[in-house]
């Protein structure tokens, strides 16, 4: 699906968005349902993985630093069909701060966002406070580094995390991860 974008989109995310275009392929394959869902897409870049979610179905709002918006805007505009446009909103979001505007999400994505280890705290608060125990969180990664492995450990002590793919092709992992059900008294 994400092959129907136009042509230097396409060429761009092939070449450079490997875990946003893995994480798009698992989403068009069904790996979660999407339709009619709130999905939140966080450090969107491109907004890839968002307007693909739009296209299955889902109300979407995808979200960046503020000086990445104006990007993720035109990029938006540029590719998702105009029927689509009530399904999509485009927001500044800053892990971690003004997160009293934002409520919670059916599903969030995120594609490539675990990478600068001093955002991993405001990164989890942000995902905590976007989640319910309902909440499907997919993360596409590459895992690289101790700190790759130490942010799904800081992740493991809120949420159960599994991995529910890993494309050889590219070495990136899928991570679904839903907040631990809390014991009832
Ligand atoms: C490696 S890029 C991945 C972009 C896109 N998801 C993809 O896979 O192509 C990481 C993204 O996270 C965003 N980002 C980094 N730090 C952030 C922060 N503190 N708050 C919000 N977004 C942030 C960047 O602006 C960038 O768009």
Not at 32 to 41: F, W
Not at 159 to 178: E, L, M, P, R, S
Request: negative net charge; aromatic residues 10%; contains cysteine.
């Amino acid at each position: 699906m994400y092959q129907c974008m136009n042509h230097r989109f396409q060429e761009y995310s092939v070449l450079l968005l490997p875990k946003a275009v893995v994480l798009c392929m698992y989403l068009e394959a069904g790996g979660v349902d999407l339709q009619g869902r709130s999905v939140v897409e966080l450090g969107a870049g491109t907004g890839l993985v968002g307007i693909v979610a739009a296209l299955l179905g889902a109300n979407v709002t995808v979200t960046d630093r503020e000086l990445a918006v104006e990007f993720l805007k035109s990029n938006v505009q540029d590719n998702l069909p105009k029927e689509l446009e009530h399904k999509m909103s485009v927001k500044a979001l800053n892990w971690g701060s003004g997160l009293e505007h934002f409520s919670h999400f059916d599903v969030i994505l995120g594609a490539d966002i675990i990478y600068l280890e001093e955002t991993f705290q405001d990164l989890l608060k942000t995902i905590i406070h976007l989640s319910t125990e309902h909440t499907v969180i997919l993360l596409s990664c590459r895992l690289r580094y101790q700190r790759d492995h130490n942010f799904l450990d800081m992740m493991r002590k809120h949420f159960t995390v599994d991995q529910v793919h890993y494309d050889k092709n590219v070495d990136v992992y899928i991570y679904k991860a839903q907040k631990a059900q809390r014991e009832e008294f």
